[in-house]
């Protein structure tokens, strides 16, 4: 039954276009693309926001009137990575777009596309070409269907995020984004479109709604400096989180709209990557005698997509220190629970010598035609 005058959180929609201009509002267009987004979470709550002058003596025992100060915005959800399909085997698709308003760089080669954190400034975008692109900034544009007639859209500008990456064994693979933006319009805040709900110009990312990454094939391999380089890549994972710990530091301008500028991304933190890994004789040795030792720890994950093609996509955390050592049972057979701190060596890559990446702390690989 149709209910009138309120509007159901499933018709709404949210679009991502990187900015040709630092901060500045990019319009839907035909390279605006559709989120598969979940826990959509949209505040103006960053800021003075209204301002009371309750302690301003006037003879009255109540308040004045607030004021306006200064408004931004947090935006938060879970994005689903989905597969590009076989014609176009896309190197950026939607979900690498979003983490280069993360912070990160975008690496591409001609098959190979590689993200890592960079102290880098964030920049215009153009397009993607061979070698380090980015960072840049996001304009966010979420719309809700107004009573089935037009679209209200919510334009959000200059914005930046930080991201978490969580994969569960027989569950689909998410990465949470927490970002700071600010309001397109400082006025009302929304934008009504007379068009259609369906030609609002945020399109489907691509034919590929079912092809989601459910984590049933990770591999993992585990090598410790201790134990002479000894790989355990047959080890059973079942949940594995990696949290960039990027900080966002707030940009206040009284020259800017709504008083702030896109906020910076610090990338000089710590990651962190929590997973539970199978006791064995095997990795008790290697767990509990590196978490003592706080020995150096290589660490690679691969998830395999269930497209055709089976895109892969591997994180790399190549010098870690396994700061948490528990146990817990999972269906009745004994699990490590870890945590490993991500850390950089400017004199040591790591041991995977295929990338040079330092100090980068953790980086990924998406390889769309294996």
């Not at 800017?256 to 990338?267: E, H, I, M």
């Not at 929590?274 to 978490?291: G, I, K």
């Amino acid at each position: 039954m149709a209910n009138n005058n309120v509007r159901q959180s499933k018709l709404q929609k949210i679009g991502l276009e990187l900015e040709t201009t630092v901060g500045a509002y990019e319009s839907t267009d035909a390279n605006t693309e559709k989120l598969p987004v979940e826990n959509l979470s949209f505040s103006i709550d960053r800021g003075t926001g209204l301002i009371s002058r309750s302690a301003v003596s006037h003879g009255w025992a109540t308040s004045l009137k607030g004021v306006v100060g200064t408004r931004a915005v947090t935006l938060s959800y879970d994005m689903e990575i989905q597969a590009t399909d076989a014609a176009t085997d896309e190197l950026q698709p939607y979900w690498v777009k979003a983490l280069a308003g993360c912070g990160m760089a975008v690496s591409s080669s001609a098959t190979v596309t590689e993200l890592y954190p960079t102290p880098k400034d964030v920049s215009d975008f153009t397009s993607f070409s061979t070698g380090e692109n980015g960072p840049y900034s996001i304009s966010h544009t979420w719309a809700e269907n107004n009573n089935g007639t037009s679209d209200v859209y919510f334009p959000v500008k200059g914005c930046q995020g930080v991201p978490t990456f969580s994969f569960a064994t027989g569950e689909r693979a998410l990465i949470n984004f927490n970002w700071h933006g600010q309001l397109e319009d400082t006025t009302t805040y929304t934008v009504f479109s007379d068009v259609d709900f369906s030609q609002t110009n945020i399109t489907d990312t691509s034919a590929n709604e079912g092809n989601a990454l459910v984590v049933k094939n990770m591999t993992c391999i585990i090598k410790s400096d201790n134990s002479s380089g000894t790989s355990y890549s047959d080890v059973q994972i079942d949940a594995l989180t990696l949290n960039s710990n990027f900080e966002l530091a707030e940009r206040q301008s009284p020259c800017a709209d709504g008083g702030f500028l896109p906020s910076a991304v610090f990338t000089n933190s710590e990651p962190t990557v929590t997973f539970a890994l199978a006791e064995n004789a095997s990795t008790d040795d290697v767990v509990m005698t590196d978490f003592a030792n706080g020995d150096i720890v290589f660490m690679s994950f691969t998830l395999t997509f269930n497209n055709a093609q089976n895109s892969t996509l591997q994180i790399v955390c190549p010098r870690t220190q396994l700061a948490d050592a528990g146990f817990t049972d999972l269906n009745g057979y004994r699990m490590f629970s870890i945590t490993a701190r991500c850390i950089g060596d400017s004199g040591n890559p790591g041991t995977d010598t295929n990338v040079d990446r330092p100090t980068r702390g953790f980086w990924l690989r998406y390889n769309p035609s294996p």
